[in-house]
């Protein structure tokens, strides 16, 4: 699309239309069911930490990553919690939406800022890789994005509530398997983002860092020393 790369006119043409955000929503609907699990199950963890219902919602809301609000619970569940502390965490673990982002600019942007910036507070894991492979099949309209993100924040706020309300009559998470679903997730992630045989150098040299890294400091340095190293070993090997 030619017009997407100039900087002033693509803005008003760039198509984002209602039909978009509907076929965006129904494609994010099957995904919403697993966040809706995952948000159960941090919603468990939440209560179990002293969370009401009310303050864990507004931590699923705030923060709206799973793999860091369940870092920042377990870090305030130690005694030793500082509030940098917490921010370092959360700004660690949701550093790599900075990739995210990146790589959807070249397309979400020409919809104008506005649009653009509210699409993105929709943006979770699942629904960039889903718009993303929609991306490189040619999808045009840019308010897909925003359609994808909209049952998986209700999915995902819903669940929280149903977990932390719930949580004198439900098992603990790990009984339900909810503390293998970021796992599960990653993995599922990488099975639908490798193309070629390439592609799983970085991902061997990132868990091979991640590994070393916790069992010598710790799980938050594995996760930086491990986006790192996957991160300079695709540059090479895609450049």
């Known amino acids: 699309m030619r017009h997407e790369c100039a900087p002033y006119g693509a803005v008003s043409r760039a198509l984002f239309s209602l039909d978009g955000f509907r076929r ?3 494609d994010g609907v099957p995904l919403a069911v697993s966040i809706f699990a995952y948000g159960v199950g941090f919603g468990l963890v939440a209560a179990q930490a002293g969370f ?3 303050k864990a919602v507004a931590t ?3 923060i709206y990553s799973g793999s860091a609000q369940l870092a920042a619970v377990n870090l305030l569940q130690t005694g030793e919690a500082t509030l940098w502390a917490l921010f370092a965490t959360i700004l660690v673990i949701n550093a790599r939406y900075l990739l995210f982002g990146a790589a959807l600019q070249p397309w979400l942007w020409s919809a ?3 649009r653009a910036y509210g699409s993105l507070l929709l943006l979770g894991d699942a629904n960039w890789l889903l ?3 929609r991306i490189r099949e040619g999808e045009a309209d840019r308010a897909y994005l925003a359609g994808t993100g909209a049952p998986i924040t209700l999915g995902w706020l819903a669940g929280t509530a149903l977990g932390a309300g719930a949580v004198s009559v439900l098992p603990r998470p790990e009984a339900l ?3 293998l679903m970021l ?3 990653a ?3 990488v099975t639908a983002m490798v193309k070629v045989r390439a592609d799983l150098l970085p991902v061997a040299v990132g868990a091979g860092t991640a590994l070393l890294m916790a069992h010598l400091f710790g799980p938050a340095p594995a996760i930086i020393a491990a986006g790192l190293a996957g991160a300079a070993v695709a540059a090479l090997v895609h450049r």
């Open 24 to 26: 965006g929503a129904r």
């Open 52 to 54: 009401g219902v009310g």
């Open 60 to 62: 699923s809301a705030a």
């Open 112 to 114: 104008g800022p506005l």
């Open 131 to 133: 718009t993303m492979r």
């Open 177 to 179: 398997g909810f503390d």
């Open 183 to 185: 796992a599960c997730f």
């Open 187 to 189: 993995a599922g992630m």
